[in-house]
């Protein structure tokens, strides 16, 4: 039998619909050279003993050479607020812990602050697979911070919510009620809320035209500023580095994206279908605030330019 031959991105973004956590996986070798690595491969293997592993490209070489002599690593599970975090450590640049507050764990791995949790390993194994090595770490010490990690899904960064179907607790107790009324006036809280409310309606529709979330956002984001490169991408699109050129990518072989110097502009094909996601945006939109006034959307419009420009 024939072996079956896979759509690379096609299979990649059937990966995507995977919700994972991020990381930065540090090391440090005897003479102070560094790595760190943004990475959503990591997982559990065995409680007993502590194992867990991650994957890296065969691409990263030197990282991997770095890796075998520190015989040690560590894995720093970003919290939701480390998103700028998981972008620095995703791009490439010669020194990645510039300006990175750290500490120096086990073998010297970097321990980045302010994470959700961390975990210092030692090299346990590496397996050859595909284009990929699979790492495998004994844990010998961790750090459990209780903060709420980054999620990445669809090639975008996510935040945990609670399900709007998990079932109540059927009593409640004075506790619970006053931390209910705090919610309740907790504008983070309701931004958030109105943020997934929106979403989870709006993508699926989006999705539905063909394109994965990232890859949508930038075909937006271009035709909006042609010509914008990757530093300019990055910073409206609140994507990684590496999604970002996995989406340009895709949006290029697909015909709907071409260079334009340093940055990239759309074709007439792209031009085309951005026309669709900002005819779907706008129908949504109208959906969502059918029952507003003008006045009631304009006021709402300045609020939120005013937290964004004050952030």
């Excluded at 991020?22 to 990591?42: C, D, H, M, P």
Aim: hydrophobic share 40%; proline share 5%; net charge negative.
């Amino acid at each position: 039998m024939s072996e079956v031959t896979l759509d690379p991105h096609a299979f990649r973004r059937a990966l995507g619909n995977f919700a994972t956590g991020i990381t930065v996986v540090t090391a440090q070798n005897a003479k102070g050279e560094r790595i760190g690595l943004t990475v959503n491969s990591f997982n559990s293997v065995s409680l007993n003993p502590p194992l867990i592993l991650w994957s890296l490209d065969k691409r990263s070489a030197d990282s991997m050479e770095l890796i075998r002599n520190a015989g040690h690593f560590a894995i720093n599970v970003l919290a939701a607020d480390q998103l700028d975090l998981s972008n620095q450590f995703a791009r490439p640049q010669k020194d990645k812990f510039n300006g990175i507050e750290f500490s120096e764990g086990m073998g010297r791995a970097p321990l980045l602050k302010e994470c959700a949790a961390n975990f210092q390993c030692k090299l346990h194994q590496t397996i050859d697979a595909g284009d990929h090595w699979i790492l495998l770490g004994r844990v010998l010490a961790f750090d459990d911070f209780g903060r709420a990690p980054l999620l990445y899904h669809q090639g975008a960064y996510s935040l945990v919510m609670p399900h709007p179907r998990v079932a109540q607790r059927p009593e409640s107790t004075p506790e619970d009620e006053a931390l209910q009324g705090r919610l309740a006036n907790n504008l983070l809280y309701l931004m958030l809320q109105a943020v997934n409310a929106y979403q989870s309606a709006y993508l699926p529709k989006q999705q539905s035209l063909g394109l994965s979330v990232s890859e949508a956002r930038l075909l937006i984001l271009l035709s909006s500023r042609p010509g914008a490169d990757t530093n300019a991408l990055a910073l409206d699109s609140a994507l990684p580095g590496s999604e970002i050129r996995e989406a340009l990518d895709n949006l290029k072989s697909s015909g709907l994206v071409c260079d334009a110097g340093p940055g990239f502009c759309l074709t007439e094909q792209g031009r085309k279908r951005a026309r669709e996601y900002w005819a779907l945006s706008e129908q949504e939109q109208s959906q969502v605030f059918a029952d507003y006034s003008s006045d009631q959307i304009e006021q709402f419009k300045e609020i939120l330019n005013r937290i964004i420009r004050n952030a």
